[in-house]
């Protein structure tokens, strides 16, 4: 309910979503929740919390890397569910795991829904579970009440689009690029056909990533999309700067008030 509510205060305000990727573990566990509450604060709207795997196949170097900092510094699934846990002490906003199957599989499907359920998680995004093997997975996410979010690109047929549709629920990802994740200069804007297609299939709010980097971007985006999700870049910001909080936290606020801004319709950026 958290994730919908939220696309309905944003439509209302007339504002795309700024849904931001950290890697949970990255710098640290202890570090994570300073971080999503800096999210918030600086105008973050859903968090994506990666749960780091060591084959994370849909990722670029940027978000490998995180993986292996998290995993070298012990990040497991139960560990990511301290994180939410802690918190959501102080807070309300979207959560949404986001990581591979195997790792969920391990904790066990109906134990890991209801425990993520009972600390705090809103949604699952499963990178290599595709809807059609999601059945198992989706008795036990629905029971708990967890969204469980699937991803299109720009290659995905009419039946793709409506299987997906069927099977989705909080919103859908629609990937900008055949590819893996990581920002990019120069983006394709041709994508509001493709979402417009989308939304003859759904109601569901449409949200695009892979790729944003810039507010230019995310402005762009915004004017057709229902969110803009950025990653790769700022998973740079923890790794360049993970060694000092106090700027590691500086840099991220000053990046996704950019971005936040950049997210209201009305506003206007130029190339």
Do not use: W
């Not at 600086?42 to 900092?69: H, K, N, W, Y």
């Not at 209801?114 to 629905?142: M, Q, S, T, W």
């Amino acid at each position: 309910m958290r994730i919908e509510s939220k696309f309905k205060e944003l439509r209302e305000k007339g504002k795309a979503a700024l849904v931001t990727y950290i890697t949970a573990g990255d710098p640290s566990l202890e570090c994570t929740p300073y971080i999503v509450s800096k999210l918030e604060e600086s105008g973050a709207d859903i968090i994506e919390l990666g749960v780091p795997f060591s084959d994370p196949m849909a990722d670029g170097p940027t978000i490998q890397l995180a993986s292996e900092r998290a995993l070298q510094n012990g990040t497991t699934v139960r560990g990511v569910l301290n994180v939410v846990r802690k918190v959501r002490e102080h807070s309300n906003v979207p959560i949404i795991l986001f990581g591979y199957y195997n790792p969920f599989l391990a904790y066990g499907l109906e134990k890991f829904s209801i425990d993520a359920r009972d600390a705090g998680v809103d949604g699952v995004l499963v990178v290599d579970l595709p809807p059609e093997e999601a059945d198992e997975f989706k008795v036990h996410a629905d029971k708990a009440g967890l969204n469980l979010v699937f991803l299109l690109a720009p290659t995905s047929t009419a039946d793709r689009i409506k299987l997906v549709s069927d099977n989705a629920s909080g919103f859908v990802y629609l990937v900008s690029v055949t590819g893996v994740t990581g920002a990019r200069p120069e983006m394709s804007y041709s994508l509001e056909a493709l979402v417009q297609e989308i939304k003859k299939y759904t109601r569901l709010p449409v949200g695009i990533g892979f790729g944003v980097s810039t507010p230019e971007q995310a402005n762009r985006i915004a004017r057709f999309a229902d969110a803009v999700i950025v990653g790769s870049a700022l998973v740079r910001i923890i790794e360049k700067h993970g060694h000092s909080r106090e700027k590691l936290l500086e840099e991220t606020s000053l990046f996704i008030r950019s971005l936040s801004e950049a997210c209201k319709r009305n506003e206007r950026y130029s190339q």
